[in-house]
């Protein structure tokens, strides 16, 4: 059992260049969610989705895109990487994210120049 | 702002020593949930306890949730070096839907 699976580890990005953090869960849970972590702001919710096709917009939405075609996979798209979106993002995953554990992956480090 | 407040947000304590974190929160929620977290890694869930819950036990932690004055803390009995990372509440809203809203943590650190 995997859990969560997130890919790459470790990124770095030039300003304006588009990339796709994937993220992969295998325990067939409905809700996913993508977070950032910055220094002294804890995690901050960028996108979710409650299944395969529904996604809607957590609290830091602009300049990230997401889809969720399967249950299992759910990518997060930055469309022309800025500086500001330097941060550690961290996928998750439950069953219900409000009322059940949440499982989260090992994290991305992005890095924008 | 951050619906969960931590406090402190850095500790340091001798292994051996309970070590006690507090999260305040703004509205009405439905659970408030621990998360751990070591450097470099993702989060752990800890503990969940839910709004009509007072204490909840599980190994060494102790969650108490006090609705009247919008807090929880979580306290750590006999903490090892192992204990070593930072702790963030998170709270699940009443009529929020399913999402999670995170403190800034405490950052927690047990020596020997």
């Known amino acids: 059992n995997a859990g969560v699976t997130q890919t790459p580890k470790f990124q770095v990005l030039k300003t304006g260049q588009s990339m796709t953090l994937q993220c992969a869960q295998d325990?067939?849970?409905?809700?996913m969610s993508w977070y950032r972590q910055d220094p002294g702001m804890g995690l901050r919710l960028i996108h979710y989705s409650v299944g395969a096709g529904i996604t809607d917009q957590g609290e830091v939405p602009n300049g990230y895109n997401v889809s969720r075609s399967t249950t299992e996979d759910f990518p997060l798209r930055l469309l022309s990487a800025a500086p500001s979106q330097t941060s550690v993002y961290f996928c998750a995953s439950s069953y219900g994210q409000g009322r059940n554990t949440i499982y989260f992956g090992e994290g991305s480090w992005l890095t924008v120049v | 702002s951050q619906q969960g407040e931590e406090d402190p947000q850095a500790l340091s304590i001798q292994e051996g020593e309970n070590a006690t974190m507090n999260c305040s929160y703004k509205?009405?929620?439905?659970?408030l949930q621990w998360y751990r977290q070591n450097s470099g890694r993702g989060l752990v869930h800890l503990i969940l306890?839910?709004?009509?819950?007072r204490e909840k036990h599980s190994g060494r932690l102790r969650v108490t949730l006090d609705t009247s004055k919008k807090s929880s803390s979580l306290l750590i009995t006999a903490s090892r070096a192992a204990d070593t990372a930072s702790y963030f509440c998170a709270t699940a809203l009443t009529g929020g839907g399913n999402k999670l809203t995170f403190g800034t943590g405490t950052q927690l650190k047990v020596e020997l």
């Open positions: 325990m067939n849970h409905e809700y």
């Open positions: 509205t009405s929620i439905n659970n």
């Open positions: 306890i839910r709004s009509n819950e």
